[in-house]
Antibody
Framework: EVQLVESGGGLVQPGGSLRLSCAVS????????MSWVRQAPGKGLEWVSV???????YYADSVKGRFIISRDNSKNTLYLQMNSLRAEDTAVYYC????????????WGQGTLVSVSS | QAVLTQPPSVSGAPGQRVTISCTGS?????????VHWYQQLPGTAPKLLIF???NRPSGVPDRVSGSKSGTSASLAITGLQAEDEADYYC???????????FGAGTKVTVL
């Protein structure tokens, strides 16, 4: 059974840092492309970042230069290092597993809430 | 502002048919990239509903269908049921952004 379990969310002050984790079971994190998608309170889904199986990474303009996506193959875990956090980064952050066959995000975690406030 | 345009809301009575449009541009849907649809029930994570324009994952009923033409796509739900009340999002890839894009979401209300 495929499972994605996020952790690491919480309350952080503007300018602070936080690292999110997404523990994966049921497939190998390095064999799929993996993304972070966020949802601000009462708003829609916003794609944040992707890491492909070959290791290439891409970011939304809104987080470029501040966020870093990575993975640890030995732990089968995806990460999102978030630096210089702003109030507008407040959201539920979901990790999502891409499927190369369909091109869709076939599996999602339950999400972890990040609140940026003083 | 979302790259893909969806109507904010649609509604229908039980048993009726509703459709949700998703309009993109020449750098995403119009460039040939597939469109995928997700259903998000209140307080839960999104769930894949339609992949690659018109394919249903296992477990999704055949009263849900998708289509794509030109720079647009649409999702149709026939035989509307109370359990269909949710937010629906379209998603594609955008070559000019080198990333994935979502619509702003459409809230389906069953009257």
């Amino acid at each position: 059974e495929v499972q994605l379990v996020e952790s690491g969310g919480g309350l952080v002050q503007p300018g602070g840092s936080l690292r999110l984790s997404c523990a994966v079971s049921g497939f190998t994190v390095s064999s799929n492309y993996m993304s972070w998608v966020r949802q601000a309170p009462g708003k829609g889904l916003e794609w944040v970042s992707v890491i492909y199986s070959g290791g290439n990474t891409y970011y939304a303009d809104s987080v470029k230069g501040r966020f870093i996506i990575s993975r640890d193959n030995s732990k089968n875990t995806l990460y999102l290092q978030m630096n210089s956090l702003r109030a507008e980064d407040t959201a539920v952050y979901y990790c999502a597993a891409g499927d190369y066959g369909s091109g869709s995000f076939a599996n999602w975690g339950q999400g972890t809430l990040v609140s940026v406030s003083s | 502002q979302a790259v893909l345009t969806q109507p904010p809301s649609v509604s229908g009575a039980p048993g009726q048919r509703v459709t949700i449009s998703c309009t993109g541009s020449s750098s995403n849907i119009g460039a040939g990239y597939d469109v995928h649809w997700y259903q998000q029930l209140p307080g839960t994570a999104p769930k894949l509903l339609i992949f690659a324009n018109n394919n249903r994952p296992s477990g999704v009923p055949d009263r849900v269908s998708g289509s794509k033409s030109g720079t647009s796509a649409s999702l149709a739900i026939t035989g509307l049921q109370a359990e269909d009340e949710a937010d629906y999002y379209c998603q594609s890839y955008d070559s000019s952004l080198s990333g994935y894009v979502f619509g702003a979401g459409t809230k389906v209300t069953v009257l």
